[in-house]
């Protein structure tokens, strides 16, 4: 709960007024990595599986899996998704596909959960389709990079 908890000057959790907040402005930045072997990935990178499939399937992945984030957690505010952008890159080092995952939303709070949800949802579906090449692959890292409005204020984390 780190991410969604702020502390003031006093030690007190600060908490943010929905009403201060522009609903437009209220956007979470999400990202996962999915580790895969030489294999998978100069076939990734050489055309054989596209990156411009994968983050398509990726896209299409995370913005259903957002869509439906109050289905899942029956306690969550109602939520409206107004947009989300998905990236993509390849890490040539790490063997990694790193996906990112930019949801903006509008109603009472819940805007973190929708883009960790959309970039998880993201992260197995590019899971699934590396499965078919390599057995060995790890989704590992998934972590809210900042949030802008809602019930717990404002958040960003620097990257590791």
């Not at 929905?18 to 402005?25: A, I, L, R, Y």
């Not at 197995?124 to 019930?151: E, F, H, P």
Request: aromatic share 4%; glycine share 8%.
């Amino acid at each position: 709960m780190n991410d969604f908890t702020h502390f003031n000057a006093q030690g007190r959790a600060k908490m943010v007024d929905v009403g201060e907040k522009d609903p437009s402005q209220r956007q979470a930045v999400a990202a996962a990595q999915v580790l895969v072997g030489r294999q998978t990935f100069e076939r990734i990178r050489s055309g054989g599986m596209k990156k411009g499939d994968v983050l398509t399937v990726a896209q299409v992945a995370g913005i259903m899996g957002a869509k439906h984030t109050s289905d899942l957690i029956p306690m969550c505010h109602p939520v409206a998704v107004n947009g989300i952008d998905m990236d993509l890159w390849l890490d040539e080092e790490q063997c990694s596909v790193e996906i990112r995952a930019t949801v903006s939303c509008s109603g009472r709070t819940g805007v973190e959960m929708e883009a960790l949800t959309a970039v998880s949802t993201a992260a197995l579906t590019v899971y699934d389709m590396c499965k078919a090449i390599q057995k060995d692959i790890v989704i590992s890292n998934i972590r809210l990079l900042r949030k802008i409005g809602g019930v717990h204020g404002d958040f960003e984390r620097e990257e590791a």
